[in-house]
Every structure is written in C-alpha cells, then in structure tokens.
C-alpha cells in the first residue's frame, strides 16, 4: 500500500477524485436503466400508445450515452494514472539501485535487480490499471443496488445476498487453496528454465561423462513439481467459472420465482400494472450486484502474482546504500598517495578474510603493482580504493585523509579506475570516453585524441565516422582487444591522480602492453599507477611491486630484490619464463 | 533479459501441417477431449434453453396476474434450477478435464523437448540460441497449453451459443432479431477500427520497452564503471526520457483498448433499449409474448459475448499453432543414430589413439581438417598447438564423436571410434572445456557430477590437488555451499572445480580444451603437476594458447589451417625454427 502512495503526484489523486465522480455517475446511470422497464411492463399491459414508449426509449438511450461517456473518461483518467504511477516508480527503483555498492548489486544479482525494474513494475501498472476502477466501482454498485433492491421486499435483498455470499466463499476458498502454489509457481518455472539451460551450456560435457540419466532426472524432477502444481491450480481454479455462472442463471431464476409467489400472496385488489415489472427491473439489477463482485474476484486473482511484485521492489526500495560517503570535497595540492593500514577485508557471512592486515603506502607519481595466484586478493584489494567494498578491519587514506570521509563523487574523481573485463555502452566511441562526470571541466577533442593515444586505439581514426562511430551494446562491434584500450582510453581522458588497473593488461598482446607502459611513464609521469597484473614482464619496471599469496602481504619490493628475497613471486617468474630469460 | 513476449502474435508457416502436429500428439487425450466436448455441448443447449424457460414463466406470471399458478411456476424453476446445477457440473467436468489434459500435455512437450536436447547431434545445438530453445521450453509450451484447452473448448460452445441465439432470437421475433442483431455488429466494425488505431501506440509502447530494459540493462551490468566514472546522474537523465516517452505510449495504448469495454457496454445498453420499446410496441400489437422481451435481453447477451470470443481466439490460435509449430520443429529433428546393435567394446583401454587420413567440415564445402593424420603411443601427452581457426577443438569434436568424420577414421587401440558405442566411447576420456560449465548446486555436487560412490574425502582430495581447497572454505557453507549465479567465483575457480571434476571422473584418456586459459601462470604450473601425476601412464590431448604451459609434452603437433604442418618435441621444434618457433618466440618480442 504505501508503495503505491509514495509513487502517486498530487494531479494522479486530483485525478483519482474525478475518478471517483465519474463512477458514481457511470453506476447511476447504469442501475437507471432497468427501472425504465419497470415503467415499461404497465404500459405495455395496458397498452399504451407508441408516443409513450419512444419517449420512454429517448431517455434510456440518453442514459446509456451518457454513461458510456463516463467510462470512457473514467478510463482516460485510469489509464494515466497507471502509467504515471509506474513512471516514477520505475525512476525510483532505477535510482536507488543506482546508489548501491558492488556488494548490494551482487547479492540482488545483476539478472534479478532487471526483470524487477522492468517485469516487476509493469506487472503492478497492468494491476493498478485493471485494479483500480474495479476496486472504486464495484463497492459503489453493490452498496447503490442493494439500496434500490432492498427499498423494495426484502426477499430479493436476501437473494442477492446469498447470491453474493456463496460467491465470495467459493472464492475465498479457491484463492485460499490456490494462493500457495501460485507463489510457487515462479520459483518452479525458473527452476525448470535454469536446468533446461544449464543442459544446454553443458551439453558436451553431459555427453563426455554420459550424464545424460543424470540430466534427464533432473529434469524430470523439476517437471514433475512444476507440473503438480499447476495442476492444482488450474483444477482449483476451473471451480470459478462454473459456479459464477450457476449462481447468476439461479439468481434470476429465483427472483423471478420470489416475484410469483409474493404476486400470488398479494391480495387482488392491491396487484397494480407495475407489481411484476418490478420484478424483471430487479433481476437485472441484482445482476449488477453480482458482476461487481464477481469483477472484485479478478482482483483476487492477480492480487497474489502483484504482492509477490510489491515485495520484490519493496526489498529493492527499503534497501539503503550500504556505502555513505563524507563531507570532505578533495585537497588539491598533496595529490595521488594512498596508504593501507592494517587492512582485513572478508565478504559478509564468509568463512574467512580475503584480505589480512594489509599494510602499504604509495606516493604521487609512483607506479605500484599487485601479483599473486588466482583468489589472492589483489582485485579485491584495489576495489577498496574507490570504495566498492569497505575494509572490514583497517584504514584506507587517501592524500592523507581517510577515504570514508571524502564525500563518494570527490573519491571517485580523484581516480582512474580500469576494469579487467571491458565494459562499453551503446553510444558513439566519444560518447564512452567522456562517461560520467570527472568533477572538472567537459574533456576537449584534444584531450580525447591524446588519451586514444596513449591508449594505443589508434584504430579510432579507421572506424566509420572516428570517435563519432556507433559502438553497440555490450560493444559487441569491436574486437576484446578494441575495448580494452578504449576502456583505458576512457580512465585516462578523465585525467585521475591515481589510475587504477584492474588487472587490464593480461587480456592485451605483449607487444601493446610494452607500448602502453612506455607511453604511461611518458605522458603521465605525474598520475600514481596501481596496477594488478598477472603477467611478471607488465610489472617488472614497476617502482614497487606487491606480492599477495591467500590474503597476505608475502613480499614488498623491486623485481630484482624480489626475485632473490620472494620464492612466491619467484615461483611465479619461473612459471612464465625461463632462468635465462630473467 | 527481456523475455520475448508471450503475447506476440506470430503466425504460423505452415497452418496444416501444425494443426496436424499438434493434433497427433493429442491423440493420447482424445477420449478425455472428446467427453469434454460432450458435456460442453449439453452445457451450451442447457443454456440456450434457459431464456425460453424465463419466458414460459413471465407468461404464465402476466397472463394469469391475478390468479397466477404458484404449483405450475415452482415446477418449471425446480426443473430449471436442476438443469442449471447440471450444467454447472458438468460445467466444472469440462474445466477439470481440459486443465488435467493441458498440465500433461505441457509436461509431456517439455520433458520431450529436454530428452531431445541430449539426442540431437551438436551440428543441430551449435546453431541454435540458448535463449531460443529455451523460450521453446517454456514460453511456446505455456502458450500452447493454456490456450490449446480454452480453444477448443470456446470456440466450439461459442458457435454453438452464437448460432443457437441467433436460431432462437428469430424464432421468438424476426423483426426484433434483425434490429439487434444489426446493431451488434455495427458495434463490432466499430471496436475493429479503434482497436487497428491503438495497434501503432501498442508497437510504440513496446519499443519504447525495449529501449528501457536496454538501458537498465547496460547500465546494470556496467555498475563498477558507472560508480567509478560517476555517470549516475547521467544514466539517470537518459532512463527519464526514455520512461517519459514509454509514460505516453502507454497510457495511449491502455486508454484506446480500453475503450472495448465500455463501447461494448454502451452497445450492450443500446440493445437492451431497443428490446424494451420495440418489444413493448411489437408486445401491445400483439405480435410477440411479454416473455420474449425478458427471454431476449438474454439472448442478446448469448449473441455478443460468443462473437467477441471467437475474434480472440483466432487471434489466439494462430499464436498457438505457431508455438506449436516452433516446438515440433524441435522435436522432428533428426537424433544421434541409435547404437544398440554395436556389440565391440573397448575395456581395459592401453590409450594408443590413431588419426588416419581425417578429414572433415562444418559445412561440405569449407573443409576445416583436409588431411589430418597422427599417431598417439599409449600414455603420450599430446599437446595440439596453432593460431585461432587452426582446427584445434575441431580434433577434440571428432575424436568424442560430437561430430563425425567426413573421410578417414579415428581409431583407439586400433578399433575405430564408429565401431563402438558413443557412450563407451566418452568413458574413455575425462574432459576439461575451455568453457567452464558449473551448474546450480553445491560444490561438492559439481565436483562429483554424475560419477556414483564418490566419497567426501576424494573429493577435498581432488579439490586440495588443484588448489582449490582454501578458497572453498572461505565459502559461507564450504564444500556444501551452493553455486548459483550469486556465488562470487572467479571465472579461474570455476575451471579449478571443473578440473576437479575431472580428476574424479578418472578415466583412461584426458582431453583439456584450453583448459588453464583462464588461471594464472603460476596455479597453471600447480594443476600441471597434479594433471601430469593424474596423466601418469595415460594418454592426454591438451589444446593450449599459452606455449609456455606444452613445454613438456610429449608430442606437439602444429595446426595451421586443419593440417599438421609440424610435429615433435618442444626442444626439437625450436631448433628446426619453423613456424611453431615463430609462434614462441613472439611471446618475448619487445
């Protein structure tokens, strides 16, 4: 519910009230109609002249067209409402997922955090659009007919009722039976999608170790259960249709009946032209009784599948960023050093730290690298820098200050940072190189070109249109190598103190990574360069150079000091190169 | 992902041949559908009769007012109510048949649908999407079975209705039948042409859709550069236009087609007025019964709602017959022949394996291997080395069979592969793919797979052997933890486990496919010693990029373009200095 409010501007209420008007005037009008047939029957017994009933007829007609009308602008007003709602709840999930840390975006998954921006909230705006004139007029009948019927005998009241009665409880008790297996029934259907996929990612290495009963088991299970479930549901579920049908073929059945016998009971003398239109004028509306209820059935309905939506945004929604920055806007005159102290990081409920009691310090201008076997810490430790995660014991300073002071944008333009994994984004080649906002001013053509050539993209110059060229999402369009140096390119046009290298260089060909290096040194002599690196030739120049083995600090030093002091780092050489080649 | 709509409207190619499909396969039901029909047809001719029993009694009511026969009225309604709740049984049959009949047809397309996947030749899996066999799975399968069960329950009752109401309208009162029924369907042409205009702001909308998943999408994925580039106010900006552009196309579309219900309503009134004075004029000269009026506003409604329903469902079935058409495309593929009749078998397998004359492509007419040919001695580690495009895997698809030879043959202790079963052929070898393949389950599970008796301390074995053990435990759950999309594990973890895997599974032979490509150097160095103590006196493929990592194989033999253009040791490649030194020494070129 308060999703739903906190998501409505003051015109969607203004419109909500309109609204509201609107229905009460369709409502009227509608249960208006039929009580002309009361005045009709009469006439029709003493059989009035034609003038009579087209007068009669007139009127009706102007009913009907008038609430036609009104439904049509009640729907008008509905359907905005709806898609304003979902405008700026989608806006607000978009932005609060922006504001999450790394940690927050993988516990959600990536997969997850997008149906529900998209999927989720266009299921509730499917639901609020159907939902919400139903939700206003189907009380409003029921209370307005009822009123008409019961002003009458009270018979027909206690028809109706009953009438009404039986149908709520079959409902309840259908929704009741089915409503657990209907929450199920996503979670079984994504099981049967992922073991399906799942056999298909791993079809060679089904066939290889003849897992193919294994798969098919699996597989059967999962469609077994989804197929039981379903089952269950839809054979609750078919009670409905059935039963509203008997109900409302009876109803009029015994409306009319209860008319008979209270016509038979009526003394003679009293029986009036009118006594059995009366009658056939309630039927109908005891008719509208029943269909507004039966409409607050579909609510029912696709109530359970929209709570299950409502709970997965409220969870995105309730969710605050688990990472908050400072006041501190930046210093600008000691500029690009970072120290580590005591630094222990481990995921949240893992069993042991990724990273234990790191200690270091670097200063402006230096290059710094990190190497060490797969599941080292080294990427998770450069993360710390910017923020991505936060130490769990330990301090990180940056020019001095600690990084949980500085306020998250100030931290974040201080540094360059370049992922491992290429990440582009549709638009053209400049649009990617000036991303984001770098805190100073727009980055000039020059600018660009320089860090294209310090990035070795010279290829920018052969693409259809330079920097002006389209790159399509996921930069499907260029090469793995492509991206890589347009994604350097993009950390160095922002002109960072401190670039970080997030173990960017392994995906390049020896020979662009020497060239990248030189040119590093050269043109940005002044920016600190952390680098992590797999390969010992990418940092063997480095001022300083970090060995981590399981979480720890198991070396510190030049290449050649470490290769004498580091049997890590130099078990590491040696896998790469031979003796005489060091 | 964005799921593809389930509410597109495809059209099948072949309407014929779909129907016969699909009706082939509900042969088993037939008894079940045919009872359905049945019922719904007592159902509809109970309904039918319904007005003109409504009728009988306001006839009886107003022609006797006075003096009306209260015994005569309870009989005709306790013989309508029975009739009523009849229905509404059989009613219930018909909904409890067609849904059981749709569950288990659905279950029956889905688990054939997955049996084939692990029959069809992977020159078939090769060319299709993941996402499009699996929109298969579920998608076409779902589409099919919910709407299979309503159609052709509907459209049967709903010509029934349609043509009995008609039938009894002009019965009862020609001249009140052509007005109203006229009306209908002017009212009908009418929502046609609203619904044609909303159609361009439903394309809109989806478009506009499409554009925004996109964007969340990119943008969801690229998380780490946004935060580090601080571009969330500019993700930002652009999502608010693109969601403005989808607010106006939405409400447009919504509005327009919901304009159907109260056009059909304000038709429904419309009639419903025509009834009462028409009738009453027709009724005062005598020409009809005061109870046809009240028998007709029903008939009226039996007339409408059929006609709405039958122009849904054609839309709806053609939907369907192009789901179905989708799925038995699928499951009319050719399958993997069967080899029950291939008695030869390899046990105790020594591991010389024979290329002879191999030859081979994707497509007959650009031959990837021309003239393949190699002998492998029992217990040699042979690497296979070469530029991208070479041919390597292709080796790996033809000796495992994924793919079968176009000329000359593969033989393994001197029995050629096609002699022997696929299923014994794949006990031979223990694979590692360059593609990790971790499925959702526990470590310990991926570990083991499908190898039966394997216990929990060869496991931690083989998982200490490829440095794996420290890491798992730093996992919430250890060896139990579940590896869903979720887990955080590195592209190399996931090798080491499938490598891991392997090491269980501990078969004669070994084939690795780029198998380290993704771990370091120096873990590289480590697993190689626990492969080379696993490989001790069996024969091994190893298909490497990084030379380094094939300096002491056995054999290495040189692919360039799909032949052997070198072979022999490392030492005595390099001295030779042909082409496999070049490819080493470009490693070191500054």
Same mark, same amino acid.
């Given at each position: 519910m308060k999703l739903f409010l906190n998501n409505l501007r003051k015109r969607d209420y203004l419109y909500m009230l309109v609204l509201v008007g609107l229905i009460v005037v369709m409502v009227w009008l509608e249960l208006e109609i039929p009580k002309y047939m009361k005045d009709i029957t009469p006439l029709i017994l003493s059989g009035a002249p034609t003038s009579k009933f087209l007068k009669i007829g007139a009127k009706m007609l102007l009913c009907a067209i008038a609430s036609g009308v009104a439904t049509i602008g009640a729907g008008f007003l509905n359907s905005r409402i709806s898609a304003s709602f979902s405008m700026r709840l989608r806006y607000n999930i978009f932005s609060k997922v922006e504001s999450f840390s790394l940690e927050q975006i993988k516990r959600f998954s990536t997969a997850s955090l997008i149906t529900r921006s998209t999927n989720d909230v266009m299921q509730l705006q499917m639901f609020l659009s159907m939902g919400l004139q139903v939700a206003i007029r189907a009380p409003i009948t029921a209370i307005w007919a009822l009123c008409d019927i019961s002003s009458s005998h009270w018979q027909y009241s206690v028809a109706t009722a009953v009438s009404v009665a039986l149908l709520i409880v079959t409902i309840v008790i259908a929704v009741a039976l089915a409503m657990p297996k209907f929450k199920k029934m996503q979670v079984l259907t994504d099981n049967i999608n992922r073991t399906a996929q799942e056999n298909l990612e791993g079809v060679r290495v089904v066939r290889a170790y003849n897992a193919e009963n294994f798969e098919k088991e699996k597989f059967e299970k999962a469609n077994d259960a989804l197929t039981k479930n379903s089952l269950f549901t839809s054979r609750v579920m078919s009670i409905m249709n059935p039963m509203m049908n008997f109900i409302m073929s009876a109803l009029t059945l015994v409306i009319y009946w209860i008319g008979a016998i209270i016509l038979a009971n009526t003394p003679v003398s009293q029986i009036t032209a009118e006594s059995f239109g009366e009658t056939m004028s309630f039927a109908s509306i005891a008719m509208h009784v029943v269909m507004s209820f039966m409409l607050v059935t579909m609510i029912f309905i696709m109530l359970p599948r929209a709570i299950v939506s409502i709970r997965r945004l409220n969870e995105v929604l309730n969710t605050n960023s688990n990472i908050v920055g400072g006041d501190y806007m930046g210093n600008t005159n000691n500029v690009g050093e970072v120290e580590f102290r005591n630094v222990s990081f481990k995921y949240p409920d893992a069993e042991e730290y990724v990273l234990r009691d790191i200690s270091f310090s670097i200063s402006q201008g230096e290059s710094v690298a990190f190497i060490g076997s797969t599941g080292s810490g080294k990427s998770t430790l450069v993360n710390l820098i910017p923020r991505f995660y936060d130490a769990t014991d330990g301090e990180v300073f940056i020019d001095g200050v600690e990084i949980k002071d500085y306020n998250l944008k100030a931290l974040r333009n201080k540094i360059g940072y370049i992922s491992q994994k290429a990440i582009m984004f549709s638009g053209s080649v400049k649009d990617n190189l000036v991303f984001g906002d770098n805190g100073k001013n727009e980055q000039t053509n020059e600018d660009l070109d320089e860090a294209l050539k310090i990035a070795c993209a010279n290829f920018v110059e052969k693409m259809d249109g330079g920097k002006d060229a389209f790159i399509s999402q996921g930069g499907t369009n260029v090469s793995g190598g492509q991206k890589q140096r347009l994604s350097i390119a993009r950390g160095l046009a922002r002109k960072p103190e401190i670039l970080i290298f %997030? %173990?960017?260089?392994?995906?390049? %060909?020896f020979k662009t990574d020497k060239k990248l290096r030189s040119n590093l040194k050269k043109y940005l002599a002044s920016a600190t360069k952390i680098i992590v690196a797999q390969r010992i030739g990418t940092i063997k120049d480095c001022n300083q150079i970090i060995v981590l083995n399981d979480g720890k600090i198991v070396g510190k030093g030049t290449h050649d000091e470490l290769l004498k002091s580091c049997s890590v780092y130099k078990e590491i050489a040696l896998s790469q190169l031979s003796e005489e080649e060091l | 992902m964005p799921r593809p709509d389930r509410r597109s409207f495809g059209k099948p190619k072949d309407t014929k041949k779909a129907f016969k499909d699909l009706f082939l396969y509900l042969k088993p039901y037939v008894v079940a559908i045919v009872f359905a029909v049945i019922f719904s047809i007592i159902v509809t001719i109970i309904t039918l009769a319904g007005p003109s029993f409504i009728e009988e009694i306001t006839n009886l009511i107003t022609k006797n007012i006075t003096n009306i026969p209260l015994q005569k009225v309870a009989k005709l309604c306790i013989i309508i109510l029975t009739l009523y709740a009849l229905s509404a049984i059989l009613n219930y049959a018909v909904g409890f048949i067609m849904s059981t009949v749709s569950n288990l047809f659905s279950k029956k397309l889905r688990k054939d649908i997955s049996r084939k996947i692990n029959v069809l030749p992977l020159s078939y899996l090769d060319h299709t999407t993941h996402g499009d066999m699996l929109s298969r799975i579920t998608n076409d399968v779902d589409l099919i079975s919910s709407n299979l069960s309503n159609s052709i329950i509907t459209l049967l009752t709903s010509a029934l209705l349609l043509i009995g109401s008609v039938v009894m309208m002009f019965i009862k009162s020609w001249l009140l039948a052509i007005c109203v029924i006229s009306l209908s369907l002017l009212g009908f042409v009418f929502i046609a042409i609203i619904m044609k205009k909303s159609q361009k702001y439903f394309v809109r909308q989806q478009s506009s859709l499409g554009q925004l998943n996109g964007h969340v999408e990119e943008i969801y994925t690229g998380h780490t550069i946004v935060k580090a580039y601080n571009a969330e106010e500019e993700a930002k900006e652009k999502f608010t236009s693109i969601n403005n552009e989808l607010y106006n196309s939405a409400w447009k579309s919504q509005f327009l087609s919901g304009l159907m219900m109260p056009i059909m309503a304000l038709i429904g009134n419309i009639g419903y007025v025509i009834i009462a004075v028409l009738g009453a004029i027709l009724c005062i000269e005598n020409k009809i019964d005061i109870g046809v009026i009240a028998s007709f506003t029903m008939y009226i409604g039996y007339f409408s709602r059929p006609l709405n329903q039958i122009a849904q469902i054609t839309t709806q079935l053609q939907s369907t017959l192009a789901a179905s058409e989708r799925v038995f495309e699928v499951l009319n593929q050719n399958e993997l022949e069967n080899e029950n009749y291939k008695t030869q078998k390899i046990e105790n397998c020594k591991g010389k394996v024979v290329f002879d004359h191999v030859r081979f492509g994707y497509n007959k007419n650009t031959p990837i291997i021309k003239d393949f040919s190699a002998v492998v001695k029992p217990g040699q580690k042979v690497a296979i080395v070469g530029p991208t495009g070479a041919g390597k895997t292709t080796i790996v698809n033809l000796l495992m069979r994924f793919y079968e030879v176009d000329g000359g043959q593969i033989l393994i202790d001197d029995i050629? /592969? /096609?002699?022997? /079963?696929r299923e014994n052929l794949h006990d031979l070898f223990s694979m590692v793919l360059q593609d990790t393949w971790i499925f959702n389950g526990t470590v310990k599970d991926n570990v083991v797979y499908s190898k039966e008796n394997v216990s929990a301390d060869e496991v931690v074995e083989a998982c200490k052997s490829v440095g794996l053990h420290h890491f798992i435990k730093t996992l919430p759950n250890g060896y139990d933890t579940m590896l869903s999309e979720n887990t955080s594990i590195s592209a190399g973890q996931k090798q080491l486990l499938t490598i891991a895997r392997a090491m269980i599974q501990n078969s004669p032979m070994l084939i690795l496919d780029e198998a380290t490509s993704s771990v370091d150097t120096r873990l590289e160095l480590a697993i190689q010693k626990a492969i080379n103590k696993l490989t001790k006196n069996r024969t091994a493929f190893i298909i490497a990029h990084r030379l380094s990592t094939i300096k002491n194989a056995d054999l290495i033999l040189v692919m360039q373009n799909g032949d052997v253009v070198e072979s022999g040791t490392h030492k005595e490649l390099l001295e030779k200095g042909g082409f496999y030194a070049e490819l080493y020494n470009s490693q070191f070129e500054d």
């Amino acid at each position: 519910m308060k999703l739903f409010l906190n998501n409505l501007r003051k015109r969607d209420y203004l419109y909500m009230l309109v609204l509201v008007g609107l229905i009460v005037v369709m409502v009227w009008l509608e249960l208006e109609i039929p009580k002309y047939m009361k005045d009709i029957t009469p006439l029709i017994l003493s059989g009035a002249p034609t003038s009579k009933f087209l007068k009669i007829g007139a009127k009706m007609l102007l009913c009907a067209i008038a609430s036609g009308v009104a439904t049509i602008g009640a729907g008008f007003l509905n359907s905005r409402i709806s898609a304003s709602f979902s405008m700026r709840l989608r806006y607000n999930i978009f932005s609060k997922v922006e504001s999450f840390s790394l940690e927050q975006i993988k516990r959600f998954s990536t997969a997850s955090l997008i149906t529900r921006s998209t999927n989720d909230v266009m299921q509730l705006q499917m639901f609020l659009s159907m939902g919400l004139q139903v939700a206003i007029r189907a009380p409003i009948t029921a209370i307005w007919a009822l009123c008409d019927i019961s002003s009458s005998h009270w018979q027909y009241s206690v028809a109706t009722a009953v009438s009404v009665a039986l149908l709520i409880v079959t409902i309840v008790i259908a929704v009741a039976l089915a409503m657990p297996k209907f929450k199920k029934m996503q979670v079984l259907t994504d099981n049967i999608n992922r073991t399906a996929q799942e056999n298909l990612e791993g079809v060679r290495v089904v066939r290889a170790y003849n897992a193919e009963n294994f798969e098919k088991e699996k597989f059967e299970k999962a469609n077994d259960a989804l197929t039981k479930n379903s089952l269950f549901t839809s054979r609750v579920m078919s009670i409905m249709n059935p039963m509203m049908n008997f109900i409302m073929s009876a109803l009029t059945l015994v409306i009319y009946w209860i008319g008979a016998i209270i016509l038979a009971n009526t003394p003679v003398s009293q029986i009036t032209a009118e006594s059995f239109g009366e009658t056939m004028s309630f039927a109908s509306i005891a008719m509208h009784v029943v269909m507004s209820f039966m409409l607050v059935t579909m609510i029912f309905i696709m109530l359970p599948r929209a709570i299950v939506s409502i709970r997965r945004l409220n969870e995105v929604l309730n969710t605050n960023s688990n990472i908050v920055g400072g006041d501190y806007m930046g210093n600008t005159n000691n500029v690009g050093e970072v120290e580590f102290r005591n630094v222990s990081f481990k995921y949240p409920d893992a069993e042991e730290y990724v990273l234990r009691d790191i200690s270091f310090s670097i200063s402006q201008g230096e290059s710094v690298a990190f190497i060490g076997s797969t599941g080292s810490g080294k990427s998770t430790l450069v993360n710390l820098i910017p923020r991505f995660y936060d130490a769990t014991d330990g301090e990180v300073f940056i020019d001095g200050v600690e990084i949980k002071d500085y306020n998250l944008k100030a931290l974040r333009n201080k540094i360059g940072y370049i992922s491992q994994k290429a990440i582009m984004f549709s638009g053209s080649v400049k649009d990617n190189l000036v991303f984001g906002d770098n805190g100073k001013n727009e980055q000039t053509n020059e600018d660009l070109d320089e860090a294209l050539k310090i990035a070795c993209a010279n290829f920018v110059e052969k693409m259809d249109g330079g920097k002006d060229a389209f790159i399509s999402q996921g930069g499907t369009n260029v090469s793995g190598g492509q991206k890589q140096r347009l994604s350097i390119a993009r950390g160095l046009a922002r002109k960072p103190e401190i670039l970080i290298f %997030d %173990d960017t260089f392994s995906a390049l %060909d020896f020979k662009t990574d020497k060239k990248l290096r030189s040119n590093l040194k050269k043109y940005l002599a002044s920016a600190t360069k952390i680098i992590v690196a797999q390969r010992i030739g990418t940092i063997k120049d480095c001022n300083q150079i970090i060995v981590l083995n399981d979480g720890k600090i198991v070396g510190k030093g030049t290449h050649d000091e470490l290769l004498k002091s580091c049997s890590v780092y130099k078990e590491i050489a040696l896998s790469q190169l031979s003796e005489e080649e060091l | 992902m964005p799921r593809p709509d389930r509410r597109s409207f495809g059209k099948p190619k072949d309407t014929k041949k779909a129907f016969k499909d699909l009706f082939l396969y509900l042969k088993p039901y037939v008894v079940a559908i045919v009872f359905a029909v049945i019922f719904s047809i007592i159902v509809t001719i109970i309904t039918l009769a319904g007005p003109s029993f409504i009728e009988e009694i306001t006839n009886l009511i107003t022609k006797n007012i006075t003096n009306i026969p209260l015994q005569k009225v309870a009989k005709l309604c306790i013989i309508i109510l029975t009739l009523y709740a009849l229905s509404a049984i059989l009613n219930y049959a018909v909904g409890f048949i067609m849904s059981t009949v749709s569950n288990l047809f659905s279950k029956k397309l889905r688990k054939d649908i997955s049996r084939k996947i692990n029959v069809l030749p992977l020159s078939y899996l090769d060319h299709t999407t993941h996402g499009d066999m699996l929109s298969r799975i579920t998608n076409d399968v779902d589409l099919i079975s919910s709407n299979l069960s309503n159609s052709i329950i509907t459209l049967l009752t709903s010509a029934l209705l349609l043509i009995g109401s008609v039938v009894m309208m002009f019965i009862k009162s020609w001249l009140l039948a052509i007005c109203v029924i006229s009306l209908s369907l002017l009212g009908f042409v009418f929502i046609a042409i609203i619904m044609k205009k909303s159609q361009k702001y439903f394309v809109r909308q989806q478009s506009s859709l499409g554009q925004l998943n996109g964007h969340v999408e990119e943008i969801y994925t690229g998380h780490t550069i946004v935060k580090a580039y601080n571009a969330e106010e500019e993700a930002k900006e652009k999502f608010t236009s693109i969601n403005n552009e989808l607010y106006n196309s939405a409400w447009k579309s919504q509005f327009l087609s919901g304009l159907m219900m109260p056009i059909m309503a304000l038709i429904g009134n419309i009639g419903y007025v025509i009834i009462a004075v028409l009738g009453a004029i027709l009724c005062i000269e005598n020409k009809i019964d005061i109870g046809v009026i009240a028998s007709f506003t029903m008939y009226i409604g039996y007339f409408s709602r059929p006609l709405n329903q039958i122009a849904q469902i054609t839309t709806q079935l053609q939907s369907t017959l192009a789901a179905s058409e989708r799925v038995f495309e699928v499951l009319n593929q050719n399958e993997l022949e069967n080899e029950n009749y291939k008695t030869q078998k390899i046990e105790n397998c020594k591991g010389k394996v024979v290329f002879d004359h191999v030859r081979f492509g994707y497509n007959k007419n650009t031959p990837i291997i021309k003239d393949f040919s190699a002998v492998v001695k029992p217990g040699q580690k042979v690497a296979i080395v070469g530029p991208t495009g070479a041919g390597k895997t292709t080796i790996v698809n033809l000796l495992m069979r994924f793919y079968e030879v176009d000329g000359g043959q593969i033989l393994i202790d001197d029995i050629p /592969t /096609t002699n022997i /079963t696929r299923e014994n052929l794949h006990d031979l070898f223990s694979m590692v793919l360059q593609d990790t393949w971790i499925f959702n389950g526990t470590v310990k599970d991926n570990v083991v797979y499908s190898k039966e008796n394997v216990s929990a301390d060869e496991v931690v074995e083989a998982c200490k052997s490829v440095g794996l053990h420290h890491f798992i435990k730093t996992l919430p759950n250890g060896y139990d933890t579940m590896l869903s999309e979720n887990t955080s594990i590195s592209a190399g973890q996931k090798q080491l486990l499938t490598i891991a895997r392997a090491m269980i599974q501990n078969s004669p032979m070994l084939i690795l496919d780029e198998a380290t490509s993704s771990v370091d150097t120096r873990l590289e160095l480590a697993i190689q010693k626990a492969i080379n103590k696993l490989t001790k006196n069996r024969t091994a493929f190893i298909i490497a990029h990084r030379l380094s990592t094939i300096k002491n194989a056995d054999l290495i033999l040189v692919m360039q373009n799909g032949d052997v253009v070198e072979s022999g040791t490392h030492k005595e490649l390099l001295e030779k200095g042909g082409f496999y030194a070049e490819l080493y020494n470009s490693q070191f070129e500054d």
